[in-house]
């Protein structure tokens, strides 16, 4: 009896949730990010025309900036299931197995992860962040199903 119990839980622990899928693009739901991304770009633009008086160096950050924030003019699809954690953006997917994620930590709109293994030098400069605040339960029950236990008991 005890041996059919024990089986039941063991197949209840590996029975992954249903794969998570999420679109985060902060051009269109950044509330204020919206607009104070663009206007910070556009500051550092007209400061460096303004102070160099040159049009090609005002455009030169205006271009730098556009590279920096990459990320908020381009949707970017996030992925939670059985291979890992993955990313799209452009129809370019990557996916970082979850035997590569050494930790995760949640904080109050999404997760921070740690990719390699212990003991590497700089491993807090692997860290990458992945935006979730309106899956933030489905993604804490990945969080437990994958790691044994929830990283944190509560959203910080």
Request: aromatic share 14%; glycine share 8%.
């Amino acid at each position: 009896m005890s041996t059919g119990s024990s089986t039941q839980a063991l197949a209840e622990k590996r029975a992954a949730p249903a794969p998570l899928v999420w679109r985060h693009w902060p051009l269109t739901d950044g509330g204020w990010q919206r607009v104070f991304v663009p206007a910070t770009m556009l500051a550092l633009s007209g400061a460096t025309w303004l102070t160099t008086d040159s049009l090609g160096w005002a455009a030169t950050i205006a271009a730098l900036s556009a590279l920096s924030f990459w990320s908020f003019f381009l949707p970017t699809t996030y992925t939670l299931d059985r291979h890992g954690v993955g990313h799209a953006v452009w129809g370019r997917q990557r996916t970082i197995a979850w035997r590569m994620i050494r930790d995760c930590e949640l904080s109050a709109d999404g997760f921070w992860m740690t990719i390699g293994a212990a003991g590497r030098p700089a491993a807090w400069w692997r860290r990458r962040y992945i935006p979730c605040r309106a899956h933030q339960d489905e993604v804490a029950g990945w969080l437990k199903h994958q790691f044994g236990s929830s990283p944190s008991s509560q959203w910080k």
